[in-house]
Nanobody
Framework: QVQLVESGGGLVQAGGSLRLSCAAS????????LGWFRQAPGKEREFVATITWDGGLTHYADSVEGRFTISRDNAKNTVYLEMNSLKPEDTAVYYC????????????????WGQGTQVTVSS
């Protein structure tokens, strides 16, 4: 069992930065691939970024490539999403997710989800 709790969301101006954190409980945290997804009002939840259990491989959505960075610290049971050059279209609730199947995770097939944290980017 893995429980995920996101933090770090907030209101920021366009061009600004935020760092999201997702703290996980559970002894098997380091075995899981981790990811970030987001859902804007009136839209479906979409993939943002994923990272393998050892941090050796990452994938990003085209819309955030070069602006966002996903990382993890297995000693702290935490995954991060560093978001730079934020745009109004990045406004959404951001969710942390975990799955043993990394490539399934990228398609949204997560075993565990956090409750989400709101990110609002003003123009």
């Amino acid at each position: 069992q893995v429980q995920l709790v996101e933090s770090g969301g907030g209101l920021v101006q366009a061009g600004g930065s935020l760092r999201l954190s997702c703290a996980a409980s559970g002894r098997t945290f380091s075995s899981y691939g981790l990811g970030w997804f987001r859902q804007a009002p009136g839209k479906e939840r979409e993939f943002v970024a994923t990272i393998t259990w050892d941090g050796g491989l990452t994938h990003y959505a085209d819309s955030v490539e070069g602006r966002f960075t996903i990382s993890r610290d297995n000693a702290k049971n935490t995954v991060y999403l560093e978001m730079n050059s934020l745009k109004p279209e990045d406004t959404a609730v951001y969710y942390c997710a975990a799955a043993l199947n990394y490539y399934g995770l990228g398609r949204g097939a997560a075993a565990y989800w956090g409750q989400g944290t709101q990110v609002t980017v003003s123009s």
